[in-house]
Nanobody
Framework: QVQLVESGGGLVQPGGSLRLSCDAS????????MAWYRQAPGKQRELVAA???????KHADSVKGRFTISRDNAKNTVYLQMNSLKPDDTAVYYC???????????????WGQGTLVTVSS
């Protein structure tokens, strides 16, 4: 069984920065991609940024130039550096992992429980 543990959320003033972390542990043979999604109150969950196993990244237009996704392959950890935060960035941020399970070799998907980011003065 694979678990994702997110950390780094909290309250920050507009223009501030936060760094989210997501640690993956368990029966992982390989990672296809890791990603961050977010869901604001009353809105659908949306992709914020993703990074593939080879390191290719993708960022939503709304966060380009402000957020950066990165990965520590040795630790199976993905980060989201968030700079120049705006009130519109307020949401629960979820980590997502697409991976190959070690014993069955089946490709699976798992979600973290989410971490709240609040941008407010």
């Amino acid at each position: 069984q694979v678990q994702l543990v997110e950390s780094g959320g909290g309250l920050v003033q507009p223009g501030g920065s936060l760094r989210l972390s997501c640690d993956a542990s368990g029966s992982i043979a390989s990672i296809y991609a890791m990603a961050w999604y977010r869901q604001a109150p009353g809105k659908q969950r949306e992709l914020v940024a993703a990074i593939t196993g080879s390191g290719t990244t993708k960022h939503a237009d709304s966060v380009k130039g402000r957020f950066t996704i990165s990965r520590d392959n040795a630790k199976n950890t993905v980060y989201l550096q968030m700079n120049s935060l705006k009130p519109d960035d307020t949401a629960v941020y979820y980590c997502n992992l697409d991976y190959q399970e070690a014993s069955t070799r089946v490709y699976l998907e798992v979600w973290g429980q989410g971490t709240l980011v609040t941008v407010s003065s």
